[in-house]
């Protein structure tokens, strides 16, 4: 199973920016949808954003707008650009395939809190 980590979370303003990075252990070619999740304290994981080796893209309508995501196959790397970030975007973010493979095993994730 390919092992993901994700990095570029941090604390930031309101309306602020953050990029988001997510990078596999081996070649996403075979992944047809990668997609970035998030989970708020007390609350369910959920997918925000998606997207198929096509380009093809979705996202949750909390994000749309707002984010922004891409993959760099020749990197093993997914993207997500987030801009004007508001306090209920704070949460852990993780990537995964879409949809969750039964046997799924996270990575640490990477922590986005928005507040002044």
């Known amino acids: 199973q390919v092992q993901l980590v994700e990095s570029g979370g941090g604390l930031v303003q309101p309306g602020g920016s953050l990029r988001l990075s997510c990078a596999a252990s081996r070649s996403m070619f075979s992944i047809n949808v990668m997609g970035w999740y998030r989970q708020a304290p007390g609350k369910q994981r959920e997918l925000v954003a998606g997207?198929?080796?096509?380009?093809?893209?979705n996202y949750a309508s909390s994000v749309k707008g707002r984010f922004t995501i891409s993959r760099d196959n020749g990197k093993n790397t997914v993207y997500l650009k987030m801009n004007s970030l508001k306090p209920e975007d704070t949460a852990a973010y993780y990537c995964?395939?879409?949809?969750?493979?039964?046997?799924?095993?996270w990575g640490q994730g990477t922590r986005v809190t928005v507040s002044s």
């Open positions: 997207i198929s080796n096509s380009g093809r893209t």
């Open positions: 995964m395939q879409v949809p969750i493979p039964p046997e799924v095993s």
